[in-house]
């Protein structure tokens, strides 16, 4: 059975130095565990190697948080456009193996448009990383309208990275322990989920997919918190008597679920309760998570049709990135 993932990690040299001397994240620290910086700075032999050691057939290369959002224009349309280049470059060496989510610079939306553009015909890129939010500006705010019904006639699905809340949200949320605990609550510990599942339902409650019903979005870890609270959110339709459809319709119709190397059967289980197996993609989070032959295959024995097996092994990622051999 062929494996592929999706949400695999890596970063630029630029990228990394700018994150490490200018940007205000302490997010940045979570990538300087054991052999990370290494790991993510490479896109070729090193990656490859434990991909076959893992039994993952391609990965789409997607860069870590928090990427370019929120840096100045000119320095984020730079960056962006030099990790679209080397991304493609990689897929170009590597054409079996690897294709890649294009960085856009979300702090000028006109920027990030006319970025879209210049990748909608290079085959190495087949979807979009994103943030809810560049600085303060969310995703669903209207500048990005255009962007998104872009990304909607390119059949670009957007992945809606986890990212760090506001400094104001740390301090108010998420502090009075001690650094390390203070940064893991905002991050994985449960801050960095809450940022993504609630921007995905901005973007529902902003009318986004009745706008633009052929975007696809793909929320990260079995959909960030929201799917666990759907029954509970679906009264905010209430609130909100133009939208065309009930909250937890649209993730039957343009949300996708990630495992993000969460292989967790009363996960899985969950999910499936609320979508169907054609919207959950297998992907590993790499490398932060290290996902294993074994436990790849243990995870999808879960699934009892062999059918629904082969989908998310990999049948819903060539599908909904347009991926052929």
């Given at each position: 059975?062929?494996i592929f993932t999706i949400e695999e990690h890596w970063i630029t040299p630029a990228i990394d130095?700018?994150?490490?001397?200018?940007?205000?994240?302490?997010?940045?620290?979570?990538?300087?565990?054991?052999?990370?910086?290494?790991?993510?700075?490479?896109?070729?032999?090193?990656?490859?190697?434990?991909?076959?050691?893992a039994g993952i057939d391609r990965q789409i290369l997607s860069i870590a948080p928090p990427g370019?959002?929120?840096?100045?224009?000119?320095?984020?349309?730079?960056?962006?456009?030099?990790?679209?280049?080397?991304?493609?470059?990689?897929?170009?060496?590597?054409?079996?193996?690897?294709?890649?989510?294009?960085?856009?610079?979300?702090?000028?939306?006109?920027?990030?448009?006319?970025?879209?553009?210049?990748?909608?015909?290079?085959?190495?890129?087949?979807?979009?990383?994103?943030?809810?939010?560049?600085?303060?500006?969310?995703?669903?705010?209207?500048?990005?309208?255009?962007?998104?019904?872009?990304?909607?006639?390119?059949?670009?699905?957007?992945?809606?990275?986890?990212?760090?809340?506001?400094?104001?949200?740390?301090?108010?949320?998420?502090?009075?322990?001690?650094?390390?605990?203070?940064?893991?609550?905002?991050?994985?510990?449960?801050?960095?989920?809450?940022?993504?599942?609630?921007?995905?339902?901005?973007?529902?409650?902003?009318?986004?997919?009745?706008?633009?019903?052929?975007?696809?979005?793909?929320?990260?870890?079995?959909?960030?918190?929201?799917?666990?609270?759907?029954?509970?959110?679906?009264?905010?339709?209430?609130?909100?008597?133009?939208?065309?459809?009930?909250?937890?319709?649209?993730?039957?119709?343009?949300?996708?679920?990630?495992?993000?190397?969460?292989?967790?059967?009363?996960?899985?289980?969950?999910?499936?309760?609320?979508?169907?197996?054609?919207?959950?993609?297998?992907?590993?989070?790499?490398?932060?998570?290290?996902?294993?032959?074994?436990?790849?295959?243990?995870?999808?024995?879960?699934?009892?049709?062999?059918?629904?097996?082969?989908?998310?092994?990999?049948?819903?990622?060539?599908?909904?990135?347009?991926?052929?051999?």
């Open positions: 059975m062929k130095h700018m994150l490490r001397t200018e940007a205000d994240d302490p997010s940045i620290a979570l990538n300087d565990r054991g052999d990370l910086p290494e790991r993510l700075l490479d896109i070729s032999d090193q990656r490859i190697a434990w991909m076959d050691a370019t959002h929120g840096r100045p224009a000119a320095q984020a349309i730079a960056l962006s456009q030099e990790a679209n280049d080397l991304a493609s470059a990689a897929v170009e060496k590597h054409p079996t193996r690897f294709r890649a989510m294009t960085l856009l610079p979300m702090s000028d939306p006109d920027a990030a448009v006319a970025e879209l553009d210049r990748t909608a015909d290079d085959p190495a890129h087949v979807g979009i990383m994103s943030y809810g939010r560049s600085g303060d500006r969310p995703l669903d705010d209207p500048a990005y309208d255009e962007l998104l019904g872009k990304a909607a006639a390119l059949g670009r699905p957007v992945f809606i990275h986890p990212q760090i809340p506001t400094a104001t949200v740390r301090q108010a949320s998420y502090s009075g322990f001690s650094p390390d605990a203070d940064l893991a609550l905002a991050t994985y510990g449960l801050g960095w989920h809450y940022e993504a599942g609630l921007a995905a339902i901005r973007l529902i409650l902003r009318g986004t997919f009745d706008r633009h019903p052929a975007l696809q979005v793909v929320l990260g870890h079995w959909g960030e918190v929201v799917l666990f609270a759907l029954d509970r959110i679906d009264s905010l339709g209430h609130a909100a008597p133009a939208l065309q459809r009930r909250v937890s319709e649209y993730f039957r119709t343009n949300i996708h679920l990630a495992t993000s190397g969460m292989l967790t059967p009363r996960l899985l289980r969950t999910a499936l309760e609320y979508t169907t197996p054609d919207r959950i993609l297998l992907s590993g989070d790499y490398p932060f998570h290290r996902m294993e032959a074994p436990a790849i295959t243990e995870f999808l024995q879960e699934l009892p049709d062999p059918a629904d097996r082969e989908k998310i092994a990999h049948g819903n990622a060539e599908a909904l990135y347009k991926i052929a051999e």
